[in-house]
């Protein structure tokens, strides 16, 4: 039957009439070779299924058809038409159809089963198109209404197309497929091999399609911290504690927790020369969100797309969820995490630490067990970096508690609280301190100097070895084997500086 037939109301089906161009798409004649295929074979009811989706039938009569075959599927009862018709006649359906020789009408298509999965396919694909249309007609009516502005309509139009491939791509055999590739594709292209965010691909502070959460008592400046990693992915400087950020096309900062305190806070590391690059690629989004992430999983993903982001801070996590407690709104604020990742956008997150745990003393090794909140937060992140010491005090320790790849630090670094910016402490910098021992240093040697004196324990000391280990393999160290112990004892391999690191440092 031509598409776009117009139907006597009396007639639920009619082949005489040419299709008109204003009408919305739909095969009228798919729709009664799936439905009287689903009379003929239950077990058709379940191939089909998957494609249609909701929604899919052009005829309203159709639909109710549709509905009454998958309430008889699910009962594991009888499809043919005599069982259905007598169940639409219970529903009051009955007439509204078209009687019970429409019913019967369609189990006589001339149609078999085989071919009900293709016949699925088209009216998919109609219903695709009369979603764009209607999107289509609602743009236009608002682009005429008197003061509409433009920028908010491409927003709103970005988030419905946005809203419609998912929507289409949630049905068909794609729902099943969509994200699935063969193990050499997962392996060798899904990110794993691309550079970091921050860092580099041996210490990793940030990687690529897993978010970074800086978590911190309130006044120890992690907040501080994560604006210069966000001016650093505007371009306004290279490096942050002396690792390297790699770029952004643009920014959107989620201003949830206190924003004018954010502002002032940002505006310390803020120059006139930076007016044109924060206007175009830096866009805050000030007070609460219009709903929480865990009752709108989505919304991370399109606030993205609405603003054209490849980055989002979110501060705080507090401020975008209901509650930090409950493990299924922990599960669920993941799953938003992840569907605004899976479409390219890197996230940040910036955390609290438990009250209990406020006053711990200064470079004392915080846990994972003291982030506020279910442990499912932290247990979808990507990396966490806890941040340690008394509020307000310019000098903090900066653990790195979930690592991508090395573990960083731990790295004593001090805030300048005028200008905004934070530098490593080259006391506890495994070169620096390498490069000022004259006869070398051992693991434990390092382990004893990077904990504060004391005995360092075996985790200490094997943390030690692989910093050494590092600036042998980037060529700044060399080592010199020990000798294994015996009845006199042993000696333990000592590291010395490389004279490419004495001549690089002076």
């Known amino acids: 039957m031509p598409q776009g037939t117009t139907l006597p109301p009396q007639t639920p089906s ?4 040419d299709p008109s161009p204003l009408e919305p798409p739909f095969n009228v004649d798919a729709e009664r070779a799936v439905l009287g295929a689903c009379m003929h074979k239950a077990d058709v009811i379940d191939a089909v299924r998957p494609i249609l ?19 008889q599927r699910r009962e594991d009862n009888p499809t043919d038409p005599i069982v259905l018709t007598e169940l639409l006649q219970q529903q009051g359906d009955l007439q509204r159809v078209g009687g019970a020789a429409y019913v019967f009408q369609l189990a006589d298509a001339p149609y078999g089963t085989g071919s009900a ?8 694909r109609k219903a695709n198109l009369r979603r764009l249309v209607t999107s289509a007609v609602r743009t236009l009516q608002r682009a005429q209404e008197p003061g509409a502005d433009p920028e908010a309509i491409r927003a709103e139009v970005e988030a419905e197309v946005r809203a419609e491939r998912e929507r289409a791509l949630a049905s068909g055999q794609g729902r099943l497929s969509r994200f699935a590739k063969d193990g050499w594709s997962f392996v060798k292209e899904t990110g794993a091999d691309t550079e970091p965010l921050w860092g580099t691909r041996e210490k990793t502070a940030w990687a690529s399609g897993e978010s970074l959460m800086i978590v911190g008592a309130p006044g120890v400046g992690k907040t501080t911290l994560a604006h210069q990693v966000v001016f650093a992915r505007l371009g306004l400087q290279e490096t942050v504690l002396e690792m390297p950020v790699a770029p ?7 201003a949830m927790d206190r924003p004018k305190q954010i502002a002032k806070a940002m505006a310390r590391r803020v120059f006139q020369t930076d007016e044109k690059i924060l206007r175009e690629r830096l866009v805050v989004w000030e007070g609460p969100l219009p709903a929480t992430l865990d009752k709108e999983p989505d919304l991370l993903a399109d606030l993205a797309a609405a603003h054209q982001a490849d980055t989002i801070v ?18 669920a604020f993941h799953n938003a995490r992840n569907r605004a990742l899976r479409g390219g956008v890197e996230i940040m997150e ?15 090794r915080p846990s994972l067990d003291q982030v506020y909140g279910s442990t499912w937060y932290v247990s979808g992140a990507g990396s966490v970096l806890f941040v340690t010491g008394k509020a307000g005090d310019p000098a903090v320790t900066l653990h790195h508690l979930k690592t991508p790849t090395g573990e960083i630090g731990p790295l004593d670094v001090t805030h300048d609280h005028v200008r905004g910016t934070t530098i490593v402490d080259p006391t506890k910098d495994p070169a620096v301190l390498l490069r000022n021992a004259p006869g070398g240093l051992s693991a434990r040697d390092l382990a004893t100097i990077l904990i504060g004196g004391g ?14 280990s590092r600036l042998v393999d980037s060529g700044l160290a060399t080592k010199a084997d020990g000798i294994a112990g015996g009845t006199g004892g042993g000696q333990q391999a000592r590291y010395y500086p490389s004279a490419r690191h004495l001549t690089a440092v002076g």
Request: hydrophobic fraction near 40%; avoid cysteine; aromatic fraction near 6%.
């Open 53 to 71: 989706g909701d929604d899919a039938f052009y005829r309203p009569a159709h639909e109710t058809i549709w509905r009454a075959l998958l309430a």
């Open 314 to 331: 979110i501060d705080s996590l507090k401020d975008a969820v209901s509650t930090m407690v409950d493990d299924s709104l922990a599960v």
């Open 350 to 364: 910036l955390h609290h630490q438990r009250k209990a745990s406020a006053d711990a003393p200064r470079g004392q």
């Open 14 to 17: 009619h082949f005489d009439e």
């Open 117 to 124: 999965e293709h016949h699925a396919e088209i009216i998919r």
């Open 455 to 468: 005995d360092p324990d075996r985790a200490d000391i094997e943390k030690a070895r692989r910093h050494l």
């Open 248 to 254: 952004s096309r643009r920014v959107l900062y989620l």
